[in-house]
Nanobody, 115 residues
Framework: QVQLVESGGGLVQTGGSLRLSCAAS????????MGWYRQAPGLQRELVAS???????YYQRSVEGRFTISRDNAKNMVYLQMNSLKPEDTAVYYC?????????WGRGTQVTVSS
């Protein structure tokens, strides 16, 4: 059973914007903090941003002020609005529960930022 489906990635120029969407199953979404992660070639997967069920947010310093995470509890959806994109943001982006409640990873969505 597919529990996480990411979409919205693509190719964008430096300074451009993308909005990523994540459709999560109820078992993952309900009662969990949710996060966006990314993995660039040759690097480990890292947490980019997270959001609590009540809407509290955390951002990695490198994206703070440029990215905004949000969630729609009625739709089991998590979003990541990415502005002022940089080539260093190029990676496969994944959503999942935050902290210790991570489940099987989805396929992710590729974000490529050209110079």
């Amino acid at each position: 059973q597919v529990q996480l489906v990411e979409s919205g990635g693509g190719l964008v120029q430096t300074g451009g914007s993308l909005r990523l969407s994540c459709a999560a199953s109820t078992t993952i979404f309900s009662g969990n903090d949710m996060g966006w992660y990314r993995q660039a070639p040759g690097l480990q997967r890292e947490l980019v941003a997270s959001i609590t069920s009540g809407g509290g947010t955390y951002y990695q310093r490198s994206v703070e002020g440029r990215f905004t995470i949000s969630r729609d509890n009625a739709k089991n959806m998590v979003y990541l609005q990415m502005n002022s994109l940089k080539p260093e943001d190029t990676a496969v982006y994944y959503c999942n529960a935050a902290d210790t409640y991570i489940v099987d990873w989805g396929r992710g969505t590729q974000v490529t930022v050209s110079s």
